[in-house]
């Protein structure tokens, strides 16, 4: 058997992505949240997490992308939320509490949620467009896949 996990959490960035790709890819040109990424980029993010077999995600990534959602067009926002109810009802919610993130040596460095990513990334593949974190990770021993590098490659 491989070492390789086989569970994948996606940042919030990415979990909008995620959301906006599987309801309507036009926001891709009118949300300011994903106005960097591409209809290419939604297929590679789906590449990416395939072969995984568990997604898991924090309440503080659910709370983030639900914040997120409110900055959509209106017109798309219940769209979104459907898509996102789907989505939490399909995924593992692993939570950690507070006082145990912030007494972490990380914490002051990431915050609270990327903190809670950090510790997940020993049995968990953090999937993220955030480099600095990616490295955090990886520095610490756990496993990080940063998408820009995907983006790149592929």
Do not use: C
């Not at 959602?69 to 939320?81: G, K, S």
């Not at 109810?85 to 145990?100: G, I």
């Amino acid at each position: 058997m491989s070492d390789r996990p086989r569970k994948a959490i996606l940042d919030t960035n990415l979990l909008l992505l995620w959301l906006v790709g599987q309801t309507d890819q036009s926001l891709l040109k009118s949300f300011k949240r994903v106005d960097t990424f591409s209809s290419s980029d939604v297929r590679r993010l789906k590449a990416i997490i395939l072969p995984f077999r568990q997604l898991v995600t924090t309440p503080h990534i659910l709370s983030e992308t639900s914040n997120f959602i409110e900055q959509a067009p209106p017109w798309r926002r219940a769209a979104l939320l459907a898509q996102f109810t789907v989505f939490v009802l399909n995924v593992a919610e692993v939570y950690q509490p507070a006082k145990s993130l912030i007494a972490r040596g990380e914490f002051n460095a990431l915050g609270i949620t990327d903190t809670a990513l950090a510790v997940l990334s020993a049995d968990s593949v953090v999937v993220t467009v955030d480099h600095r974190l990616a490295g955090k990770i990886e520095a610490l021993g756990g496993n990080a896949l940063n998408f820009n590098r995907w983006r790149n490659m592929i």
